[in-house]
């Protein structure tokens, strides 16, 4: 007498939550916004050419992987992770790096380190980083080259960072296809180019910000100095509104911040040259604030259980202060986490919670105690 | 007596405790509870499953062609798990034959079918003049003759929860009507509407375990319930305690977890601590064999669902087809598309109308695209932990889901497997749609039979070794005899015959004998299993299910 429900049996629940993987990640991506806005304005273009380079390449790659494995191209492309490891992998990227440097680090990242491992959910490391680390130890110079348009260097200069020119320019020291960028300013990749934000001064320094502060200087103007003090705040905010959404736990951010503090204060040398800087400027003064909260808190290769996550934090907040100080390298994010990433599934392991039911002592593995 | 302290001490200032996990979900249970509880008109045709609950059938006791009257007994429980079953109405048995009844597969049990003759004759009920006269077994006899089991979907036999109590002594009996899966609103239309008998039931239910205290719980947010309750609890030791709502707090685990903050050991009965759950519903059904001598024959069951036009609860006879109850409620047939029973989030999914209600059947809900949109495809775990924070057994479901996938179930032995009660919060919340349910119930599936084929591969090595055994013990025995014939050529045949003839008779005997004991073995074996298996099957149901 009444319609026949379907015939297709579906297990229970028979309600979802509205949360979907596509949209966490979209909200992932909104959560950049602040730190990248900030990074465009005192970096120039370079930082969003980065991006979007590197998004456009990732999806196309990752079209290209997921046909390659015979899935569902739009199905899989709608979890919108690859654009998350373009944004990040964009992110990290110096400004003005040239498009086959970015090419060649996407590459890496998308078809190697996540689609050859079985994709999404199988990754053991941050696509993103590994990415970049490929990069960072295969082209030391380039990586650590920024090519920073005029202005934001020489007030007055003869063009502004955001004119067209500006803008041409930035295009030009990517992909020489618009022009090779001397023909249009001569002395401006010499002049532009620095080792790296984060130099051992500006460690060893106080905060340029209050600097800046103090001195009168408008905060918004691009030779205040402040500029990675206010990157890191923006990707603060991102953070937090991450975590007030829920998308990401209070664990793992928390855990390497903590610990940055904490072994920023015990070596801290006031009058050392060296980079044993305040524990401010270990925060603020380079990339803790991104890695932290984006770049750490990849659920798919971090530590998944809420004691593995706190530990998987302070491994990583750990290695970032050690490498950077005793290391080589001042960006020490990618290498702290790829550690991380090492160590998250036995720390997922050790770090099982106590199941219901089961005593202090059950935690070791029951042998056959399960009923017929 | 940690609990008794916890009872008399801390309690007030700290209960209820927050139980592991748990979400949020939207209630959809207003709808049905706007109108009042409602008798159901007899239908034609009753279905009624020898089996109400665990999949061990009662024993019929009528045959074909007999004509019946109302609460005569039709089934007598049998084999643990078993609970006795009752006509409705009178009428004629039918046939006694398969029909499809109300589980995922739409499987085939033993059904006695009866055909209404709508008049309704009842056999003489004999309520029990003083309840309070009678000492606890009395009082299990008459709840274990009512055919009474755990009305809040799992279905343990209520006598066999009450004398495995016994057992271990009860300090605290909690009466559960939290009903926290959304849609389901039976338990609250019958407290709001019955509560005094809810009590009673109660406080029989109480004195037949010997429990020392008894609360009744209810999730805050039912008003209307609470203050009937109240009322009726003015004058009664029973207490009343509200939890905040959540789902799955009024699992059975978890109930108990948020009254007592204790937790029940894995793979053991609430009891052991000192607990027992029973379902609202349950009481009420204990109250009327008490104290109207009915015996269970019908349940509140609530209907609802979108393509319903006037959802609400019936008090509805065991065996009423699921259809003939959605078109008493007026079903808009273009809206529908598919029948839960039980709620959203454990209920399963009927793969026909033409299923009976049973004594299990809280809920039935029509399912509309809207509230029910088709489920998304399955995306990759990115494992961002909400699952786990949601698990209230506190598994890890993503790392279970990777080696449920894997087929590792060393590893998923070790991350607690079977102590999942596939309450399905993990599933709710997970935003790849991943039915992860579906992935632990295969996995369990797996393991079990894995188990079987092990248990079923020692069996036969040991037969073989005994074999084995055997024929080497009977070569050791043979030279002996060779050797004997071989001493010399026998001149007379006739000891040797006798002997052999003896020899003959005796291991006749033995083997005579040993056939005895083998059967008498294997009796005994088969009977062990089966009590085990109908513990076990309730042990898995009512862990999750004791809910309403």
């Known amino acids: 007498m009444q319609t026949q429900p379907s015939a297709i049996v579906i297990s229970s629940p028979m309600q979802h939550s509205q949360r979907s993987t596509g949209r966490l990640m979209l909200l992932v991506i909104a959560a950049c916004i602040p730190g990248v806005a900030t990074a465009t304005w005192y970096f120039g273009f370079g930082v969003l050419i980065n991006i979007m380079l590197a998004a456009s390449m990732a999806i196309v790659l990752e079209a290209c992987a997921l046909k390659l494995r015979g899935r569902d191209i739009r199905l899989h492309l709608s979890d919108n992770s690859a654009l998350v490891t373009a944004v990040l992998f964009g992110i990290a990227m110096p400004p003005g790096a040239s498009w086959w440097l970015v090419a060649m680090g996407i590459f890496f990242a998308i078809v190697i380190a996540k689609h050859i491992y079985g994709g999404l959910g199988q990754n053991l490391f941050n696509p993103a980083m590994c990415g970049y680390v490929l990069l960072l130890l295969s082209f030391p110079v380039e990586m650590t080259s920024w090519h920073i348009p005029n202005d934001v260097l020489v007030d007055g200069s003869s063009f502004s960072a955001f004119s067209l020119a500006g803008l041409r320019q930035s295009l030009m020291v990517s992909m020489p296809v618009f022009g090779s960028a001397q023909m249009s300013s001569p002395d401006s990749i010499d002049g532009l180019a620095m080792a790296t934000p984060l130099i051992e001064f500006q460690m060893a320094g106080t905060s340029a910000l209050l600097a800046a502060w103090d001195a009168g200087v408008s905060l918004f103007s691009r030779d205040s100095g402040a500029a990675w003090e206010l990157v890191n705040m923006g990707y603060l905010c991102g953070g937090l509104f991450l975590i007030y959404k829920r998308i990401i736990s209070w664990h793992i951010p928390c855990a390497i911040i903590a610990t940055v503090t904490m072994m920023s204060t015990l070596f801290y040398a006031p009058d050392s040259s060296a980079i044993y800087g305040t524990p401010y400027l270990h925060l603020f003064g380079s990339a803790t604030m991104i890695g932290a909260f984006f770049i750490a808190t990849d659920p798919v290769s971090a530590a998944t259980t809420v004691r593995g996550k706190i530990y998987y934090g302070i491994i990583i907040g750990l290695a970032i202060y050690g490498i950077r100080v005793w290391g080589s390298y001042l960006d020490s994010i990618a290498f702290a986490v790829l550690l991380g990433n090492f160590c998250a599934p036995a720390l997922d392991y050790l770090c099982r919670p106590r199941i219901y039911g089961h005593g202090k002592k059950s935690r070791s593995v029951p042998t056959t105690e399960v009923e017929p | 007596m940690r609990l008794v302290n916890r009872l008399l001490g801390r309690r007030s200032d700290r209960a209820p405790y927050a139980i592991f996990g748990g979400i949020a979900t939207d209630a959809y249970k207003t709808r049905s509870l706007r109108s009042r509880l409602m008798p159901v008109p007899i239908p034609e045709k009753l279905v009624l499953p020898l089996s109400q609950n665990l999949g061990v ?47 995922e597969f739409g499987s085939q049990r033993l059904c006695i079918h009866l055909q209404s003759d709508g008049e309704n004759r009842a056999i003489e009920t004999v309520p029990e003049a003083d309840y309070r006269a009678l000492d606890h077994l009395q009082l299990l006899e008459r709840i274990e003759r009512a055919g009474i089991c755990g009305l809040g979907g799992a279905g343990f036999p209520s006598a066999q929860k009450l004398s495995l109590g016994m057992k ?47 609360i009744i719980v209810l999730q805050e947010d039912r008003a209307d319930a609470i203050e009937a309750l109240k009322k009726a609890l003015e004058n009664s030791s029973i207490e009343l305690m509200t939890l905040a709502a959540g789902y799955p707090v009024g699992g ?10 204790m937790e029940v050991p894995s793979h053991a009965y609430p009891a052991s601590i000192g607990v027992l759950v029973f379902n609202a519903g349950t009481a009420y059904a204990v109250y009327k064999a008490m104290v109207d001598g009915e015996p269970c024959v019908s349940r509140i069951t609530t209907l609802t669902g979108a393509p319903l036009q006037t ?3 019936f008090e509805t006879l065991i065996g009423t087809s699921v259809s003939f109850l959605f078109d008493l409620c007026g079903i808009d047939t273009t809206r529908h598309t598919g029948t839960i029973v039980g709620g959203p989030l454990m209920g399963i999914q009927l793969p026909t109308l033409d299923v009976p209600v049973m004594k299990t059947s809280n809920c039935l809900i029509a399912m509309s695209a809207a509230e029910f949109p088709p489920d998304e495809p399955e995306l990759a775990c990115i494992r961002c932990g909400f699952c786990a924070e949601a698990c209230p057994a506190r598994l890890l479901p993503q790392q279970l889901y990777a080696f449920s996938r894997a087929h590792d179930h060393e590893q998923n032995l070790a991350h607690g497997l079977f102590d999942c009660i596939e309450c399905g919060a993990c599933a709710y919340v997970c935003p790849s749609h991943i039915p992860l349910v579906q992935y632990y119930r295969s996995s369990k599936a797996e393991i079990r039979a894995q188990q079987r084929r092990q248990l079923q591969s020692q069996h036969w090595q040991r037969q073989f070794q005994q074999h084995q055994y055997r024929i080497k013990k009977q070569q050791d025995e043979a030279p002996h005899q060779i050797s004997g014939d071989a001493v010399g050529p026998l001149k007379d045949d006739e000891p040797d015959k006798k002997n052999r003839s003896r020899e003959d008779g005796d291991k006749t005997e033995a083997v005579v004998f040993s056939r005895e004991r083998a059967k008498r073995e294997i009796a005994e074996a088969v009977a062990r299993v089966r009590a085990r298996k109908a513990g076990h099957i309730a042990s898995s149901r009512t862990d999750a299910k004791s809910d309403g």
């Open chain 2, 57 to 103: 059938d009662a024993i019929a006791i009528v045959e074909a062609g007999d004509l019946v009257q109302k609460f005569q007994l039709l089934a007598e429980a049998g084999e643990p798990g078993s609970v006795a079953l009752h006509a409705p109405t009178s009428g004629l048995v039918s046939s006694i034959s398969n029909a499809t009844v109300a589980d």
């Open chain 2, 252 to 261: 059975e685990k978890q109930i108990i977890q948020a009254v007592t903050g």
């Open chain 2, 311 to 313: 959802p609400k609860n």
């Open chain 2, 168 to 214: 271990s002594g009860i300090d605290l009996l909690i009466i559960n009507a939290v009903e926290c899966e959304p849609f389901i609103s039976a338990d609250e239309a019958l407290i709001r509407e019955r509560g005094a008998s809810v009590v009673v039931g109660a406080e029989i239910l109480k004195s037949a375990c010997l429990a020392s205290n008894c």
